[in-house]
C-alpha cells in the first residue's frame, strides 16, 4: 500500500503542483487540497495506468483521501 501511496502523491502534485509547497496529511480530503472532481478522476486514471490495473473509476470515486483510495486500489489490486 506503501507503493500505492507514493504513486498517489505523485500524481496529485503533477495536477497540482501548488501542493509541493504545502505540507499535507493522507488523510486530508482532496477537496481541501484543492482537487475538483476532474482532478479527481484524473488521478485515478494516471495511478490506475501507473499501476497496470484495469477497474472501473466509479469503483473508486467514493474515496474522499489518499489513505481511501490507497486502500480501495490495494483491495482491487489483490483481487485481480
Not at 481541501?32 to 488521478?43: T, V
Amino acid at each position: 500500500m506503501e507503493k500505492v501511496i507514493a504513486i498517489i502523491k505523485e500524481n496529485l502534485l503533477d495536477i497540482i503542483p501548488e501542493l509541493a509547497d504545502e505540507e499535507f496529511s493522507n488523510d486530508d480530503s482532496f477537496v481541501d487540497l484543492g482537487a475538483n472532481s476532474l482532478d479527481r478522476g484524473e488521478l485515478i486514471t494516471l495511478t490506475l495506468e501507473h499501476i497496470n490495473l484495469d477497474i472501473p473509476r466509479i469503483e473508486l470515486a467514493k474515496a474522499q483521501t489518499i489513505n481511501e483510495l490507497a486502500e480501495l486500489i490495494s483491495l482491487k489490486k489483490m483481487n485481480n
